[in-house]
């Protein structure tokens, strides 16, 4: 999903400011509940025209969601997301 970070650093360096996972974490909680879901995962891809499958979805949430508990904090998110500089 490195499209996705591209996509989101295009949009904070437009804006004046540097990517930090904290930040992406932020534009990718579609819902503002704290948490990233699958659904917000997709809403985000949509939102920043990345092409995406069902099956890049579940894989990249896996990547993030070590625990399997189906949702990801902020914590989980920066400790299992590196940004590609």
């Given amino acids: 999903m490195e499209q996705l970070g591209d996509s989101i650093s295009q949009v904070e360096c437009k804006n004046g400011g ?43 949430f896996s990547e993030i969601d070590k625990d399997d508990k189906g949702s990801v904090d902020i914590g989980d998110f920066t400790r299992n997301y590196v940004l590609q500089t």
């Avoid at 995962?41 to 579940?58: G, I, M, W």
């Fill in 18 to 60: 540097r990517l930090m996972a904290s930040k992406m974490f932020k534009r990718i909680d579609m819902d503002n509940d704290g948490y990233i879901s699958l659904s917000d995962l997709k809403q985000a891809c949509e939102k920043f025209k990345v092409p995406h499958t069902s099956a890049d979805l579940h894989a990249f």
